[in-house]
């Protein structure tokens, strides 16, 4: 309980030093890395990211983990991200595994309530969606569909 609160000037002075560090090279990282990176996220760039924050929380805090291995650690993470969605535009199958498929909520006014329960959408959820594209009622949409990064598009009838 004696160090509680603070343990020594050298231990904040490194603390500070490795998340600047830290957090320029995965700043550089995610730059090179491109876009995708930082781009909407499905349910595995999601992934992706809590291991990034993870080891980045690591490398900063636990002082057993030098610099450099925190630094390995996260341009590993992203080369791998990298290497996925580069596979995952190229192979179909690899596409598959890693991203879900857009799901069709209503059609032509009519909810889908099965598909909605499957994908644990409530209708207001639905509702909010109509609303912020600016319709009132389900019957002034054509299609309601959830995404694959698991916002809603609403497609307005003509």
């Known amino acids: 309980m004696d160090k509680l609160f603070f343990d020594t000037w050298e231990s904040l002075l490194r603390t500070f030093i490795i ?12 730059r090179i890395s491109g876009k995708r990176t930082l781009s909407q996220m499905n349910a595995f760039d999601f992934i992706v990211t809590i291991a990034l924050g993870s080891a980045f929380a690591t490398v900063t805090l636990n002082k057993d983990v030098v610099l450099a291995d925190g630094v390995l650690v996260l341009g590993l993470l992203i080369f791998l991200q990298y290497i996925i969605t580069w596979l995952s535009v190229r192979v179909k199958s690899i596409n598959r595994l890693i991203t879900s498929k ?15 329960k499957n994908e644990r959408i409530t209708n207001d959820e639905v509702e909010e969606a109509l609303r912020k594209s600016g319709l009132t009622d389900i019957k002034q949409a054509k299609a309601v569909i959830l995404e694959t990064a698991g916002d809603i598009t609403v497609i307005k009838a003509i």
């Not at 857009?102 to 909605?116: H, K």
């Open 102 to 116: 857009p799901s069709l909520l209503a059609y032509n006014g009519e909810l889908y309530n099965d598909i909605m």
């Open 19 to 30: 998340t600047v560090l830290s957090y320029l090279a995965l700043i550089a990282m995610l």
